[in-house]
Nanobody, 121 residues
């Protein structure tokens, strides 16, 4: 069982950037696909991006393609989500998850506690 901890959230102006990190506590992280999800107030949790265990495959939701980049450093047991050109509609709690594949919430069974991202002027 992985313990996932997100960090890097905060308040940023529209057009700005943030880099989120998802750190895991065990060596099995390097064998795990990792997904990033987000949940805005009053909305369902939605998939943002995911990356395979090797880092060789990635998927992005259409709403973030060209703006967000997912990557991983297995030596550091960490997955990153670089978010550029942020928009107010990107405001949400961002979660990382393991144990699944793709952008479907129910595919994953291990979740972090989330980190808040707020995009506002």
């Amino acid at each position: 069982q992985l313990q996932l901890v997100e960090s890097g959230g905060g308040l940023v102006q529209p057009g700005g950037s943030l880099r989120l990190s998802c750190a895991a506590s065990t060596f099995t992280f390097q064998y795990s696909n990792i997904g990033w999800f987000r949940q805005a107030p009053g909305k369902e949790r939605e998939g943002v991006s995911c990356i395979s265990a090797s880092g060789g495959s990635t998927i992005y939701a259409d709403i973030v393609k060209g703006r967000f980049t997912i990557s991983r450093d297995n030596a550091k047991n960490t997955v990153y989500l670089q978010m550029n050109s942020l928009k107010p509609e990107d405001t949400a709690v961002y979660y990382c998850a393991a144990g699944g594949w793709g952008l479907t919430v129910y595919s994953y069974d291990q979740w972090g506690q989330g980190t808040q991202v707020a995009v506002s002027s």
